[in-house]
């Protein structure tokens, strides 16, 4: 990151030198909140603090210990109840063996674990509300509960603010915006070389004449694959060509939702056109590869990467007007029409979505730059890798300083005032 060790060192305080802060999460795979995680890491180690991640095995582990972090393998993703109170118990073993100072928490069954190991302790508890967590029944919003009683409370994204003050007000004093951040050094077109957009177009067989709609996400209904593939089929029947819809992530397990993916193509006879490839290793090559970049989400997402990433590359991305989407990526009437830095779609309308895709496709060079050059200054001045993580260690400086008071025990506990 050019410059950003100058960066961090002025926002570095010296009460972070020599702490522990451990960060619990289900797994360390591919995910926002788990590249959240990685980021957070090293921030911690460059500051001279020990950086450890408690968490199930994960492609992303040798990254972070690259980046400085240690991982202790935990089995934090179980939700049986029974398992969960004795990793509280564990963790509480790790949290004096270790001298933890601070916990995070990503996730709420490790969060709700993290919280049952403090009973005794009294060790800074942090919460990162990632997501728009659904539910409206009074046993899941207790569950959900769990990611508003950190001592700080960080909402990546000012709608996932405005839900925790919906559902738990009494935690918005403990609340701090921080939006997730991304490197732009990695994603900037200027720093991707050509040899690697071949080498990806290539790899998933797509001609050097063709254009790519991509959608990268893990194959889950809620990313919206079902409506970008509705979308092809429109497209294809307007008599678009020249064109590949490249359906790019991880199964994750489910098998039987790729299933259904490999169905509708098959209906539609999209077979020559539309294709799955699995995980993608190298994302900034692959928006750069793009002709658009389509995120086509069906429920509202706390942050959402793939759209700021996209747009530091300067590929013009399609999204859902769903949640934080209003925030990273700018439309009419939010602003001028010749402000956009992108298009955003109502949630499941695969006819509006095909609009769009034609609307960019044909968009000229100029008019393209232009959107590019507007979408870059958006994303680098709002959500740098270095802001985020400047405003996580005063976080963490805040509560080892007392800046930040610690809860009384009795009000973190199950159906306190101000939660349930």
């Not at 294809?236 to 064109?243: N, R, S, T």
Request: proline residues 5%.
């Amino acid at each position: 990151m050019k410059g950003a060790a100058a960066f961090y060192d002025s926002f570095a305080p010296d009460t972070l030198q020599g702490r522990t802060i451990l960060q619990i999460i289900p797994k360390l795979d591919a995910g926002g909140a788990e590249r959240t995680v990685l980021d957070i890491a090293a921030a911690l180690a460059h500051a001279g603090a020990r950086a450890l991640v408690a968490c199930e095995r994960g492609r992303l582990v040798s990254e972070l210990q690259a980046l400085g972090g240690v991982w202790i393998p935990f089995p934090a993703a179980s939700k049986n109840p029974l398992q969960m109170s004795l990793n509280s118990r564990r963790l509480a073993k790790i949290l004096h063996a270790e001298s933890v100072d601070i916990i995070h928490a990503h996730s709420r069954a490790p969060a709700w674990v993290a919280l049952a190991s403090l009973r005794k302790m009294r060790i800074p508890f942090v919460t990162s509300y990632h997501a728009n967590y659904g539910g409206t029944s009074a046993l899941k919003l207790r569950y959900n509960s769990i990611m508003a009683r950190g001592d700080a409370v960080i909402a990546h994204s000012h709608y996932t603010a405005d839900i925790i003050a919906q559902n738990y007000p009494g935690a918005m004093p403990r609340v701090q915006v921080i939006e997730c951040g991304t490197d732009f050094s990695q994603f900037r077109a200027e720093n991707v070389s050509s040899a690697r957009v071949r080498q990806l177009r290539e790899s998933w067989g797509v001609a050097s004449h063709e254009r790519i709609i991509l959608l990268p996400g893990r194959l889950t209904s809620i990313k919206g694959q079902k409506v970008l593939i509705e979308a092809a089929h429109i497209l294809q029947e307007k008599g678009l060509e020249d064109a590949r819809f490249i359906l790019a992530g991880d199964e994750q397990g489910r098998t039987g939702y790729a299933g259904e993916l490999d169905a509708l193509i098959a209906k539609y006879r999209l077979d020559n056109i539309v294709k799955r490839v699995g995980n993608c290793a190298d994302m900034p090559a692959a928006y750069l590869a793009a002709a658009v970049i389509c995120v086509p989400s069906l429920v509202p997402e706390g942050f959402g990467r793939v759209a700021v990433e996209a747009q530091g590359v300067g590929t013009p991305v399609i999204a859902s007007d769903l949640g934080a989407v209003a925030e990273t990526v700018l439309v009419p009437p939010r602003v001028e029409a010749r402000e956009r830095t992108g298009w955003q779609v109502p949630a499941g309308d695969a006819p509006a979505l095909a609009h769009a895709v034609a609307e960019v496709i044909a968009m000229g060079a100029s008019a393209r730059e232009a959107l590019a050059e507007r979408a870059r200054a958006h994303v680098e001045g709002n959500f740098s890798i270095e802001r985020m993580n400047a405003a996580m260690l005063h976080v963490y400086n805040q509560l080892l300083s007392g800046e930040i008071a610690l809860q009384k025990p009795s009000l973190m506990r199950m159906g306190s005032a101000g939660y349930s």
